[in-house]
């Protein structure tokens, strides 16, 4: 994903199965468990799910980043300051600002979408329920903490939801407007710029750092040996190993 299409492929035969090309610019997409079903999202604020053996995609309805109305003392304004996190469309004679989804990820059978606007869905793909939460600012990062939520504001709060309860937990410090983040085994990590924060879930204070080459657009955790796993804005995949304290 980053531009009009999505690609499929096979790792193990090393070839592409099939691409998949929209009207809109895609801001970030996930696979299910069984690798069948893809999930993508949109600058508009659509979430869209393929089948893969398809040749199009279809709307998954309640899951959309939902559009606002400017506010009459904006209207004055030049179309590219109406809508300060969002973009300004004319619908019919409806002035609206509408949100890209920011973060798109899945953990086992549910999948949570960050809105620009500051609100928080997740999906549950077997009882195909949503749930909503407003966080309220900006976002620019998600990632699963268990069964909880991290999220990342462009104020640069960091701090946790507890989807079960619908509650926001304590602020992580120090606060970084976040490029991406990940979470495995009680373990986070957060990127901004060349940076790489790291902490232990039950705690607020960064247990240690890593520096990377350029600004990361996606952050992996994996184990065995415990690595950190980073997509840099120019393409490439580096990873980091990671010591026990």
């Known amino acids: 994903v980053g531009g009009h299409f999505v690609v499929w492929w096979d ?30 999202a949109t600058a508009q604020g659509h ?38 996190v969002g ?17 798109l990820v899945r953990r086992g059978d549910r999948i949570a979408r960050a809105c620009r606007e500051g609100t928080v869905g997740v999906l549950d ?23 909880d939520l991290l999220f990342a504001r462009d104020d640069g709060e960091l701090r946790l939801w507890r989807s079960a309860r619908g509650e926001l937990g304590p602020s992580l410090q120090p606060g970084v407007v976040a490029d991406a983040a990940a979470s495995r085994d009680g373990l986070i990590a957060v990127a901004r710029g060349t940076r790489v924060r790291l902490w232990h879930h039950d705690q607020v204070e960064v247990a240690g750092a890593v520096t990377i080459p ?32």
Not at 125 to 146: C, D, M, P, Q, Y
């Open 11 to 40: 790792l193990a035969r090393r070839r592409a199965e099939g691409q998949l090309t929209g009207p809109q610019t895609l801001t970030a997409g996930v696979v299910t468990r069984d690798s069948r079903t893809a999930y993508f």
């Open 47 to 84: 979430v869209q799910r393929w089948l893969t053996d398809r040749e199009e995609a279809e709307e998954v309805a309640g899951f959309e980043c939902r559009p606002s109305m400017v506010a009459p003392e904006r209207r004055r304004l030049d179309p590219a300051r109406r809508c300060p």
């Open 87 to 103: 973009v300004y469309v004319l619908e019919g004679d409806r002035p609206l600002c509408v949100y890209p989804v920011t973060q």
């Open 125 to 147: 793909l077997e009882s195909k329920r949503i749930r909503w939460s407003n966080v309220a600012g900006a976002l620019s990062a998600l990632t699963f903490v268990g069964n």
């Open 214 to 245: 350029s600004r990361a657009v996606w952050l992996g955790l994996s184990k065995g040996p415990a690595q950190l796993e980073i997509l840099l804005e120019d393409g490439r995949l580096v990873s980091h190993p990671l010591k026990a304290e």
